[in-house]
C-alpha cells in the first residue's frame, strides 16, 4: 500500500465513508484509516431513521430540567451522570447557553436545509448499483401522543415544522390508525412528517464502503497514534502500521475526534450520548411506518427482515457497559410488537452518538492548521446528515463553492 495519499479520513463509519464517497467523486486519491471493524460504529445500531423533522436541537428550553428530573428514575430516557470533569462541565455549561429560544429559531432553518438537502444526496446513492438492499422507505414518520402533555408537545413541534415549511399532518387516533393500523400501543394522536423515511444503517454502510472500495478507496486497520506536523499543516498521520503522507486529513472518529485534533490546539466539546437498540428479525414488519412513540421516548422502524426498537440517552461518558434498567422500556415496547421469547433472545447494541453542545455538527477546516477538517457532532442524527457532510467536506478539500452555507457548523465556533 502506498504511504502518500490526497486525503486520509480518520473514522470508517457512515460519516466518513461519506466523506470518502465525495472526495472519490472529484477524483481524489483517499485513504480511509480506522481503528477497528468497518461499520462497527455509531451508525450501525441506530434507529435508520431520515429525519428533516428532527428540526429542534437537542439543547432547547427545559432539557436541562428534564435531565434533573429524570435524574433518579433508572428507566428516563435521558441520563446525566453527575461528573466533575472539565471537559464535560464546560460542554453542560455550553449546553445550557443554548437552551433558549432564540437559539432553537436560529437553528431550525439551518437543520431544515441540512437535513433536506442530506436527504436528496442520501436519494440518489441509494438509487445506485448496489444499494438496492439497503431498505430506503420514504413513508414518512409518525410523532404518536398518548397523554395531553405528549399531544402538546407535538402540537408546539407541529406549529415549528409548519413554520419551517415542512410538509405535515396533524392527525387524530381515528386516522392515525387508519394511516397505521399495525399500531398497538396507546395512541390520542400523532404529528404525520411526510418527508422523513427510513433505512437498514448497517445494510448502507455495507454498501457504500463496497461503493467507494470499488471506486479505489484504501483501507487500512490502524489506530492513529499522531499527526505529524511541518508548519501549519499536518503532512503525515501515524499509525502503528506505518506513517502515511497526505496533502489533506479528514477527522470523522465519531465522539474520538476531540482526542484526535487535541494536539492541533483545538478544545473540540463533543460528548459521548449512548444510546441502546434492539433489532427483533420477523418475516416482515407489521409496522410499514417509522414511530416516535413522544411519551417513552423510544423509536420503531421496520427495516428489511427486521423491526429495530431505540432509544434513550445517556451521558456518562465512555462507559460502553449494558445498563439493562435503561434497556427495560425498549424490551416492553418491543413485546408489545414481537413475540417476547424473540425479543428475549436479541442482544442489546449499545453505541455512542458524538453531541456537540448546540445540536449542530461541526464541520469545516480548523484554522491553525487549516489542511486538517473535522466531521463529527451530528448527535442521533448521523445517518441523516452523513451525505451532505461528506458533499461539504469534499468541496471545500477540492475548492469548490459549498452546496450551502457552511459557516454555522464551523469547528471553532466555540473556542
Given at each position: 500500500?502506498?504511504?502518500?495519499?490526497?486525503?486520509?479520513?480518520?473514522?470508517?463509519?457512515?460519516?466518513?465513508?461519506?466523506?470518502?464517497?465525495?472526495?472519490?467523486?472529484?477524483?481524489?486519491?483517499?485513504?480511509?484509516?480506522?481503528?477497528?471493524?468497518?461499520?462497527?460504529?455509531?451508525?450501525?445500531?441506530?434507529?435508520?431513521?431520515?429525519?428533516?423533522?428532527?428540526?429542534?436541537?437537542?439543547?432547547?428550553?427545559?432539557?436541562?430540567?428534564?435531565?434533573?428530573?429524570?435524574?433518579?428514575?433508572?428507566?428516563?430516557?435521558?441520563?446525566?451522570?453527575?461528573?466533575?470533569?472539565?471537559?464535560?462541565?464546560?460542554?453542560?455549561?455550553?449546553?445550557?447557553?443554548?437552551?433558549?429560544?432564540?437559539?432553537?429559531?436560529?437553528?431550525?432553518?439551518?437543520?431544515?436545509?441540512?437535513?433536506?438537502?442530506?436527504?436528496?444526496?442520501?436519494?440518489?446513492?441509494?438509487?445506485?448499483?448496489?444499494?438496492?438492499?439497503?431498505?430506503?422507505?420514504?413513508?414518512?414518520?409518525?410523532?404518536?401522543?398518548?397523554?395531553?402533555?405528549?399531544?402538546?408537545?407535538?402540537?408546539?413541534?407541529?406549529?415549528?415544522?409548519?413554520?419551517?415549511?415542512?410538509?405535515?399532518?396533524?392527525?387524530?387516533?381515528?386516522?392515525?390508525?387508519?394511516?397505521?393500523?399495525?399500531?398497538?400501543?396507546?395512541?390520542?394522536?400523532?404529528?404525520?412528517?411526510?418527508?422523513?423515511?427510513?433505512?437498514?444503517?448497517?445494510?448502507?454502510?455495507?454498501?457504500?464502503?463496497?461503493?467507494?472500495?470499488?471506486?479505489?478507496?484504501?483501507?487500512?486497520?490502524?489506530?492513529?497514534?499522531?499527526?505529524?506536523?511541518?508548519?501549519?499543516?499536518?503532512?503525515?498521520?501515524?499509525?502503528a502500521e506505518g506513517t502515511f503522507e497526505a496533502d489533506h486529513v479528514v477527522m470523522a472518529a465519531g465522539?474520538?475526534?476531540?482526542?484526535?485534533?487535541?494536539?492541533?490546539?483545538?478544545?473540540?466539546?463533543?460528548?459521548?450520548?449512548?444510546?441502546?437498540?434492539?433489532?427483533?428479525?420477523?418475516?416482515?414488519?407489521?409496522?410499514?411506518?417509522?414511530?416516535?412513540?413522544?411519551?417513552?421516548?423510544?423509536?420503531?422502524?421496520?427495516?428489511?427482515?427486521?423491526?429495530?426498537?431505540?432509544?434513550?440517552?445517556?451521558?456518562?461518558?465512555?462507559?460502553?457497559?449494558?445498563?439493562?434498567?435503561?434497556?427495560?422500556?425498549?424490551?416492553?415496547?418491543?413485546?408489545?410488537?414481537?413475540?417476547?421469547?424473540?425479543?428475549?433472545?436479541?442482544?442489546?447494541?449499545?453505541?455512542?452518538?458524538p453531541v456537540s453542545p448546540d445540536g449542530l455538527p461541526y464541520i469545516g477546516a480548523l484554522s491553525k492548521?487549516?489542511?486538517?477538517?473535522?466531521?463529527?457532532?451530528?448527535?442521533?442524527?448521523?445517518?441523516?446528515?452523513?451525505?451532505?457532510?461528506?458533499?461539504?467536506?469534499?468541496?471545500?478539500?477540492?475548492?469548490?463553492?459549498?452546496?450551502?452555507?457552511?459557516?454555522?457548523?464551523?469547528?471553532?465556533?466555540?473556542?
Amino acid at each position: 500500500m502506498s504511504s502518500k495519499a490526497d486525503v486520509i479520513i480518520v473514522g470508517g463509519g457512515l460519516v466518513g465513508l461519506s466523506c470518502a464517497h465525495y472526495l472519490k467523486e472529484q477524483g481524489a486519491d483517499v485513504l480511509l484509516l480506522d481503528r477497528g471493524r468497518y461499520a462497527e460504529s455509531a451508525s450501525a445500531g441506530n434507529a435508520g431513521m431520515i429525519v428533516p423533522s428532527h428540526i429542534i436541537p437537542l439543547s432547547a428550553p427545559g432539557v436541562i430540567a428534564k435531565g434533573l428530573k429524570w435524574l433518579m428514575n433508572p428507566e428516563s430516557p435521558l441520563y446525566i451522570k453527575p461528573s466533575a470533569d472539565p471537559k464535560f462541565m464546560k460542554w453542560l455549561w455550553l449546553f445550557q447557553k443554548h437552551c433558549t429560544v432564540a437559539h432553537v429559531e436560529r437553528s431550525v432553518p439551518i437543520l431544515r436545509d441540512l437535513s433536506l438537502a442530506s436527504k436528496d444526496l442520501l436519494t440518489q446513492l441509494c438509487a445506485l448499483p448496489g444499494f438496492e438492499n439497503v431498505g430506503l422507505e420514504q413513508d414518512g414518520l409518525l410523532m404518536l401522543h398518548a397523554t395531553e402533555k405528549s399531544a402538546k408537545d407535538n402540537a408546539e413541534l407541529a406549529d415549528i415544522a409548519e413554520e419551517a415549511g415542512l410538509d405535515i399532518d396533524r392527525l387524530d387516533r381515528d386516522a392515525t390508525m387508519a394511516l397505521e393500523p399495525a399500531l398497538k400501543t396507546k395512541v390520542t394522536g400523532s404529528v404525520y412528517f411526510r418527508q422523513d423515511a427510513s433505512l437498514d444503517p448497517e445494510r448502507l454502510m455495507r454498501a457504500l464502503e463496497a461503493q467507494v472500495r470499488n471506486a479505489g478507496v484504501r483501507f487500512l486497520d490502524a489506530a492513529v497514534t499522531g499527526l505529524k506536523r511541518s508548519g501549519n499543516r499536518v503532512v503525515a498521520v501515524k499509525t502503528a502500521e506505518g506513517t502515511f503522507e497526505a496533502d489533506h486529513v479528514v477527522m470523522a472518529a465519531g465522539s474520538w475526534t476531540p482526542s484526535l485534533v487535541k494536539g492541533l490546539g483545538l478544545s473540540l466539546p463533543v460528548q459521548p450520548a449512548k444510546g441502546y437498540s434492539v433489532t427483533v428479525p420477523v418475516d416482515e414488519p407489521s409496522i410499514r411506518i417509522p414511530c416516535v412513540l413522544t411519551d417513552e421516548k423510544v423509536t420503531i422502524t421496520p427495516m428489511p427482515g427486521s423491526i429495530r426498537f431505540a432509544g434513550t440517552l445517556a451521558l456518562q461518558g465512555y462507559d460502553m457497559s449494558i445498563d439493562e434498567r435503561r434497556v427495560r422500556p425498549i424490551r416492553r415496547l418491543a413485546e408489545v410488537y414481537c413475540p417476547p421469547a424473540d425479543v428475549a433472545a436479541q442482544e442489546t447494541w449499545a453505541g455512542f452518538r458524538p453531541v456537540s453542545p448546540d445540536g449542530l455538527p461541526y464541520i469545516g477546516a480548523l484554522s491553525k492548521t487549516p489542511n486538517v477538517y473535522v466531521a463529527t457532532g451530528h448527535g442521533m442524527m448521523g445517518v441523516t446528515l452523513a451525505p451532505i457532510t461528506g458533499r461539504l467536506i469534499a468541496d471545500r478539500i477540492g475548492g469548490h463553492t459549498p452546496s450551502l452555507d457552511d459557516a454555522p457548523f464551523s469547528a471553532e465556533r466555540h473556542a
